[in-house]
């Protein structure tokens, strides 16, 4: 090569790991901004679906560019599932999210491996947003004051051995929503095998086993689950019981509903005027509050007083983790 030349850069493939369980209605509408995006290196969709019923495999088989396996909807477990998919993707890199989430932009993935690279980093954790469409609750809509351009938090292991329990469970607030990992990191630390929390609870082993690991905040992906009150009650129980399982910690109550205020926000912030719209909404977040409420008042009661309620709340939890649906 003439000393003039400017070396090509090379770029690791990537595997863009998404579980599949009657997601079709989001698929449908996600799959291909997962397709289109704008990446200089190899990059493919594999799918692990477990038993979908809907057409979700039919739909994506029309699509040559994504690898389908399949294994039976009794199977299927947070940590195993995400496991078996190193087992099928020779990729440098996999990029792990849901069905219910998809693309901000076609830059999302090249932002990712960008993060890895620069901050030298074989684990990184991109942000969430709700997308401000008329269909996700308008509270949540995603509006930043400030367009942050990079926003990067590294945490060492060191850092975390010396960290208490209340930090160390902020350090691992880790979601394979939109999370990118090596394929070294992957082989060294596996997903354990978790009804619900594989993520953070991998977070916690990556530190522990002295690997650093980083959050890209700035570089989110839309995510939105419709709380309804079985489901919010269910997955409040589930973080509760998943953060006081790995840390000891217990979940701070909420501040109660404040109709007022919440009017106020949807009229002026988020410009809801029509009155069935606010009296949904108003409604909505109303319950959604007093069931995040109920509930951790309920798991702390139990843990601090009632060793047969806790039980109780197990059972309630069962042996399958909260499902989103859509609204």
């Known amino acids: 090569m003439n000393k003039s030349e400017t070396k090509k850069t090379v770029f690791p493939s990537v595997s863009i790991v998404i579980p599949v369980f009657n997601g079709l209605i989001w ?16 990059f493919d969709v594999l799918a692990i679906d477990s038993g979908s019923t809907d057409g979700s495999v039919e739909f994506l088989s029309n699509h040559d560019s994504i690898r389908i396996v399949q294994i039976p909807q009794k199977s299927f477990n947070h940590g195993k599932t995400r496991n078996l998919a190193l087992q099928h993707s020779k990729s440098d890199f996999l990029l792990f999210t849901v069905q219910d989430a998809k693309p901000r932009d076609a830059h999302w993935m090249s932002n990712m491996i960008s ?84 993520d953070m609870a991998w977070a916690k082993l990556a530190l522990t086993h002295g690997f650093r690991i980083c959050y890209a905040k700035h570089n989110k992906i ?22 006081h399982d790995l840390f000891g910690v217990l979940p701070k109550l909420p501040a109660r509903f404040n109709a007022p205020r919440t009017l106020f926000s949807l009229i002026f912030r988020k410009h809801i005027t029509n009155p069935k719209q606010l009296w949904k909404w108003l409604r909505h977040n109303s319950i959604k509050t007093k069931t995040i409420r109920k509930c951790i008042f309920d798991f702390t009661t139990a843990v601090q007083h009632d060793r047969i ?19």
């Not at 839309?222 to 953060?243: E, G, I, N």
């Not at 309620?309 to 609204?327: D, F, R, V």
């Open 222 to 243: 839309w995510h939105y689950h419709f709380h309804h009150p079985d489901f919010t009650r269910k997955r409040t129980l589930a973080v509760c019981f998943l953060k």
């Open 309 to 327: 309620a806790l039980k109780s709340l197990e059972q309630e939890l069962g042996q399958k983790s909260p499902m989103a649906t859509k609204q």
């Open 27 to 42: 698929l449908k509408d996600s799959i291909p901004q997962f397709l289109l995006q704008e990446y200089s290196g190899e």
């Open 115 to 198: 993060v890895a690279r620069k901050e030298n980093c074989e684990a990184v954790c991109g942000g969430q947003a709700v997308e401000p469409i008329i269909q996700s609750n308008p509270l949540e809509w995603f509006a930043p004051l400030i367009k942050s351009t990079y926003e990067v938090t590294i945490h060492e292991p060191a850092d975390f051995q010396r960290a208490n329990a209340h930090s160390q469970c902020r350090m691992c607030g880790w979601d394979n929503v939109n999370a990118l990992y090596s394929r070294h990191i992957l082989e060294e630390v596996k997903f354990p095998e978790r009804l619900f929390g594989e």
